[in-house]
């Protein structure tokens, strides 16, 4: 992708889950392509951005999207300003570790606490992370989940070895594109 390609579509995606999930780990293989299993937790947020390429259904070829990903603290203590940054998201991923069930039994509370305070119409994924390692939540707690809330894309992940990282995103931003095609189509509809 060029530099000076012009890029008409940006979206605001947050990072949500409990803290050691690995996303973090998840941002920084998409964005990087690195692992580093040093990472520290992070202390406050974070964001990167990527461009990428997605499929446009209705023209039929690629379009450049850009994702803003938000990295949000997963630590109780920052549960006060958290919301701060939820305004204006029109994607969430939720991020669960596959060993560890307590970070799949909180994405209740991390979807409700997020819709409560972004758009309505916000795109939902799930990801499983840590697929490298040996699970305890079955691919069908997670898909069950995932279908409870509406969730978009349920996939499942290893940050550590790149396994469906960028595919997880590019998904994301395919519904996203998706969405404002629709939303073009009917301001065009209305004029």
């Not at 012009?6 to 990087?32: A, E, H, M, N, W």
């Not at 305004?87 to 069930?101: C, Q, S």
């Not at 840590?130 to 079955?138: C, F, G, V």
């Amino acid at each position: 992708m060029t530099s000076d390609e012009i890029v008409k579509y940006i979206y605001k995606i947050l990072l949500l889950g409990d803290p050691g999930v690995g996303k973090t780990s998840l941002l920084i293989r998409f964005v990087d392509n690195t692992f580093d299993p040093q990472y520290k937790s992070t202390i406050g947020v974070n964001f990167l951005t990527k461009i990428v390429k997605a499929f446009d259904e209705e023209e039929k070829d690629e379009k450049a999207v850009k994702l803003v990903i938000w990295d949000i603290a997963g630590q109780a203590r920052a549960a006060s300003y958290r919301h701060l940054y939820y305004r204006a998201a029109e994607g969430i991923i939720l991020v669960f570790d596959v060993t560890n069930p307590s970070s799949f039994y909180s994405l209740s509370h991390w979807v409700s606490d997020a819709l409560s305070k972004t758009q309505p119409g916000t795109i939902i994924t799930v990801l499983g992370n840590k697929i490298d390692l040996p699970r305890i939540i079955s691919r069908d707690e997670g898909y069950g989940f995932a279908r409870q809330i509406h969730s978009a894309v349920y996939s499942e992940t290893s940050a550590k070895t790149g396994r469906n990282v960028e595919k997880s995103f590019k998904v994301l931003a395919e519904f996203l594109l998706k969405r404002s095609k629709k939303m073009e189509g009917l301001r065009e509809n209305h004029q």
